[in-house]
């Protein structure tokens, strides 16, 4: 196993490298804390793991850029605050938006033939997507969204920790959100909304 330094400078650098080792330990020091804050702001815990699981997907995908971070516990505790904030914001015009996503698959009570295309195209480029994650990344993120296991069930399962599995689990939603960023379906929003947010 790779030696990672405990200097969180030292940690940030490996992880603007794209060192993995180096975001599970910042993962596994920082959960906590960042989903103890979340829970404290939102005051609901499934919303916090939503929102812990979002700082840390947002840690991975702008790792390139956190080499100059000084204080790290301050910088995600902005995050998980601005993310709160933000989907409070997003909270008044949810009706609105849900109307819109159907009415972007459905005509009329029916699913178009064009929609169907698309529902299709998008679903082999999402497995496509989730062929090309690391092997355990795979796993674990097959058998939290198809299987329905819960992140207990598949540590077990898998012979490794919770954290492991939520570390693998961040770490796929941001390559798969990667993958479907220029998708040209606009399918691309409803799985980010309701498949690849899903905790």
């Known amino acids: 196993m ?11 650098r490996l992880l603007a490298d794209g060192d993995e080792h180096a975001f599970q330990v910042i993962f596994e020091r920082h959960w906590d804390a960042v989903f103890s804050t ?17 700082v840390f997907t947002m840690l991975w995908e702008k790792r390139a850029s956190l ?9 995600l505790f902005v995050s998980a605050r601005n993310i ?23 005509e009329d009570g029916a699913e178009s033939a064009e929609t169907a295309t698309e529902l299709r195209e998008l679903d082999r480029t999402i497995q496509q997507a989730i062929r090309l994650l690391p092997p355990q990344q795979q796993k674990a993120f097959r058998l939290s969204r198809f299987e329905g ?21 961040v770490q796929a939603i941001a390559s798969l959100r990667k993958a479907l960023a220029n998708h040209p379906s606009g399918a691309h929003f409803l799985v980010c909304a309701v498949f690849l947010l899903h905790s």
């Open 2 to 12: 790779q030696n990672v330094p405990h200097s969180e400078n030292e940690l940030l």
């Open 38 to 54: 979340a829970l404290l702001l939102t005051k609901s815990g499934s919303v916090a793991e939503d929102v812990a699981q979002d």
């Open 67 to 75: 080499a100059g971070v000084q204080k790290l516990e301050g910088f």
């Open 84 to 106: 709160i904030y933000s989907r409070f914001r997003r909270l008044a015009s949810q009706d609105a938006y849900r109307q819109y996503i159907l009415s972007c698959f459905r």
């Open 149 to 169: 296991m819960q992140h207990e069930e598949i540590a077990v399962t898998m012979g490794v920790s919770r954290i492991t599995i939520k570390s693998y689990i």
